[in-house]
Structure formats: C-alpha cells, structure tokens
C-alpha cells in the first residue's frame, strides 16, 4: 500500500501521529493508497518552515522566482501522464478529462503567474507641486491556502502558483479525499529548486489541519476554495483576527437559454455544462431556464442526449466517470428523493448505470438526472447538489428570466444563449453572478477576474486582483 506524506521544510515527511487516512479510488470503491491523517502539530512545524523560508524568498529578484515557478510547470509537463492517472484514480473523472483539462490547466497556472508577476506594477499618484505618491506592494507572509476535491490539481496551483509568485511562503492544504497529486506536485517542487519552506504541504481533515491553519495567529491570509458552509466557518474564525480572506464557494448556476439561441449550440453545451465532471464543477449550469417557445423541444432532446451519455469506467472512453466519493454519491440519492416529494418529474437518469465493468462494480457511479416541473423556491432549485442533475424550468420574458436566475442566495456563474446583441448586455449587466458567459460556457483567460457573489464568495482569483490580494499595499507620500 503506497503511503503519501506531508511536504515540509523541504521533506517528504511523515504526520507527527503516524496516523493515516484510507483513501479510495471511487470507480472501484476499493482502498488504494493512504494519506497522512495531521494535525496542529504537523501544522506548527510546516509553519516554522514557512516563517524561515520567507526572508529570502520575498527578497528574491522576481526574475528569479519567476524561473522557478516555470521550472515547476515543466514538472508537470514532463509528468502529465502519471498525474492524469493519479487524478482519476483519486476523483473518479475521465482519464481524457484529467489529460485534456485538469493537468494541463495546472501546468498553465504556474506559467501563467511566472510571467504575471513580472508585469505586476505599483501605482503612483502626482500630487503636482506638493508631491507625489507611490504604493508599495509587499508580500504578506505566510499564507494558509485550502482547496477542494473537483479539480485537485487544477484549483490547488490556481492558489498556489500566485502565492508564491508574489513573494509568500504557504502551509497548504489539499482535500483529504483527493490529495495524490498534491502530493506529487511536491515531489516535482523538489526537483524544480523551490527552496525548502516555501511551500509546504499538510495533508489531512478540514476539521483537524484546515481548521490549525485558519486559527493559527501568524498566517496572515486564508485563500480557501470549498462549500458555502465551510466558508462560513472558516469566517467565523479568520474573521475577527483581521486576516485577509480570499473565499470562493458554492453555487446554484443558471444556464438562461433565450428562443432566439443558435439551438444546437445552446443544446449541446448545455450537456457539456449540466453534466461535465459528472456535474461537479462549481461552474455548471444546475438551473436550467428556457424561454416557454421552445421549451417543451428542448426539454424533449436534452432529456434525449442526456440518455445517451455513456457513463463507466473513467479509464474507457467514456462521457461521465464516478461520483468523487460514497457521502457524495448519498447526498445526490438524497436529493433525487426530493424530487418527489417536491412534486417534480424525473425524465432519466438518478440511478445506477447497467453493465458496468468488472472492475466497477462496488465504484460509486450515478446516471445524469433531468428534473422539470419545480418551482424556484424548491430544495432542488435553491441548494448545490454539485452532482449529476440539473432542473429545467421555463420562463416568459427578460424579467422573469432575470428574476429566476437570481432567485438563489447563490451568486458565482450563469450563462446566457441569445443572439440578441443588445440584450445580451442588458440580461449580463443584471444577472447576480461573478462570471458570464455568452454563447459559452468555461471559456477561461486566467488574466480575469474570478469569482462569486452572495454566498458564492468574497474576493476575486486570477490575474492581477489574486497578485493584489496576495500582497499589501502601503502608501508613500513624498513631498516636494
Ligand atoms: P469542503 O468545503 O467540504 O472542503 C474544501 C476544503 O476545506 C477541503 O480541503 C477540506 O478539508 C477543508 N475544510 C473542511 N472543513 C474545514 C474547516 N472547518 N476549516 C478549514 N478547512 C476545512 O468542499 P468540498 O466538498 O471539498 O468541495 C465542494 C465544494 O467546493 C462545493 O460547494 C463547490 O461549489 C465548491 N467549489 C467552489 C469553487 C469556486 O471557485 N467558487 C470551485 C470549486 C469548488
């Protein structure tokens, strides 16, 4: 049984308890490695390291860690197929999906902060005659950065690559219930001459390890990716030590599909963006709204190309592999019980897919579900499943369109079909989201800003707000 460690100081080490966690390939449902189970301790210590670390790593010349971050990225390059591999075992997703998105994403995310940080520039204002001011943009320090189990590596380097491209040092933390690559991404950091301490990995519970480093007094900032609830938490207690908080959570997506959309453009990636990742990207589109002259059509070929994903073995070639995990795969059951009892039609899926392989039978795999017929104040309509099924209501109308879009205390994506030029811009002026898009969907250009709104996040990722986040600001005002 291979046995993952923690990445501190430098080391591959074990947790200070001895303890591990089992963890499960979820196409198989069967134990296939095991991952530390730390603690505040391992914590305590991964933060030493950060601390010793960080002198020399934010006076480095940028150039320098720019180098260094992009040698990181060739790692990943040079080992895309073991981590494609490594992140379908962990997450149940398609292997193509792994190597076509997951990892090359990855890999893109530590090129992409290697070169942004050589452009990032302080401001300076002229005060004429009297002055002038200019803005000092430091690091922070030592950053807690805690990710989930959708896109492991994908969302891990998405935190990672721009805290240390600025000048932290970090104590990070991946999900416990996908943490493979994480940890081979510590073995490549080593070969890529990251000093020791700059990165430092602490593998573990949300409970146990998150919660040590959003409670520990000297780490200066919390970036945490997650559910809304955790989010809340972690607020409750980063909070009221005045740390910087970067928080990017759940959501409850409209996918709003007006009569006037290129049809099969809005049909087909509807199917990419209801059912991709078996439903488990915080970006799917879980409500869908389809103006009432085509809604009954839509509803009739959507349900019939839903029938005919292919969904299995995640190492064949198929469209949907296996829920993340057995609690996931009996909160998505959970909620497809709702659908009756909440007065709803279930057109397929919500079950079990027949003739799966040999090697999938005790795997946690589920048929995408297609749901009409409830209103918007359902459970089914209002919470994030993050799975497999999405509802389709119709609407008459911008407003009404507009007023079921926003009727969630969610606020991260939507996506709008229209070929409607004018309101196309009205309807994404007014739609309560973070992130729209047009004709698309998970079109990404890492130089925007990404994130929520409502109870789908505080702050922005990517690009130079994520450069601004991770650094402090401090005014100098010179006079003349
Ligand atoms: P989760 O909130 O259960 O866990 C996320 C991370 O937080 C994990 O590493 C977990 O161990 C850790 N954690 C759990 N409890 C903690 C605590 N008390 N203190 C500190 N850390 C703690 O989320 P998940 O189930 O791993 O991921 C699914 C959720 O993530 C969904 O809600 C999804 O919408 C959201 N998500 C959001 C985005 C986004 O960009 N907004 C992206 C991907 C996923």
Redesign the pocket.
């Known amino acids: 049984m291979q046995h993952f460690s923690n990445y501190i100081g430098g080391e591959l080490v074990p947790p200070l308890s001895g303890n591990y966690l089992d963890l499960i390939n979820p196409a198989t449902g069967k134990v296939y490695a095991q991952v530390p189970d730390s603690h505040s301790e391992d914590v305590e210590a991964a933060y030493e390291a950060a601390a010793k670390a960080f002198p020399a790593w934010a006076s480095m010349k940028v150039a320098e860690r720019a180098d260094i971050l992009h040698a990181i990225a060739d790692g990943i390059a040079r080992r895309h197929e073991e981590l494609a591999l490594a992140e379908t075992t962990d997450n149940g997703k398609p292997l193509k999906l792994s190597q076509r998105v997951d990892i090359p994403r990855a890999e893109s995310n530590f090129r992409f902060f290697s070169r942004a940080i050589t452009q990032f520039s302080n401001e300076s204002h002229d005060m004429g005659e009297m002055g002038f001011n200019y803005t000092l943009r430091r690091p922070l320090g030592v950053v807690g950065l805690?990710?989930?189990?959708?896109?492991p590596l994908y969302?891990f380097s998405w935190k990672v690559a721009p805290a240390l491209a600025s000048g932290n040092t970090a104590v990070a933390?991946?999900?416990?219930?996908t943490p493979y690559t994480a940890y081979l991404l510590s073995e490549i950091c080593k070969g890529a001459g990251l000093p020791d301490g700059v990165l430092n990995i602490v593998h573990g519970?949300?409970?146990e390890v998150?919660?040590a480093?959003?409670q520990h007094p000297k780490i200066k900032a919390i970036s945490?990716?997650?559910?809304?609830?955790?989010?809340k938490?972690?607020a409750s207690i980063a909070g009221p030590m005045f740390k910087k908080m970067s928080l990017?959570?759940?959501?409850k997506n409209a996918n709003v599909i007006f009569a006037d959309a290129d049809y099969e453009n809005a049909l087909n990636t509807s199917i990419q963006s209801s059912f991709a990742n078996q439903g488990q990207?915080?970006l799917c589109g879980s409500r869908i709204l389809v103006e009432k002259p085509i809604y009954e059509r839509f509803v009739e070929d959507f349900v019939e190309k839903t029938k005919q994903l292919k969904v299995g073995d995640p190492l064949e070639k198929v469209n949907m592999g296996a829920i993340v995990s057995k609690p996931q795969l009996d909160k998505d059951l959970s909620y497809l019980q709702l659908v009756k009892t909440e007065g709803g039609t279930l057109h397929t899926g919500g079950h079990r897919p027949e003739n799966l392989s040999e090697r999938c039978q005790e795997g946690y795999f589920l048929r995408p579900a297609v749901i009409t017929g409830l209103g918007p104040s359902c459970r089914l309509n209002q919470e994030?499943v993050?799975g497999p099924l999405v509802t389709i209501q119709p609407f008459e109308g911008e407003e009404e369109a507009l007023a079921l879009a926003n009727a969630t205390p969610y606020g991260?994506s939507a996506t709008l079909w229209t070929q409607h030029l004018q309101r196309a811009h009205r309807v994404a002026a007014s739609l309560e989201a973070g992130i729209i898009w047009v004709n698309s969907w998970l079109v990404r250009d890492l130089r925007t800003p990404?994130?929520?709104v409502k109870q789908?996040?505080v702050g922005r990722e990517g690009g130079l707000e994520v450069l601004r986040f991770f650094t402090e600001p401090k005014n100098v005002f010179i006079k003349l």
């Open positions: 805690i990710s989930p189990w959708n896109l969302l933390k991946p999900s416990e219930v519970k949300g409970a998150g919660e480093i959003v945490f990716t997650g559910s809304t609830a955790v989010g938490r972690i990017e959570m759940g959501g990207i915080c994030e993050f991260l990404f994130g929520g789908s996040g």
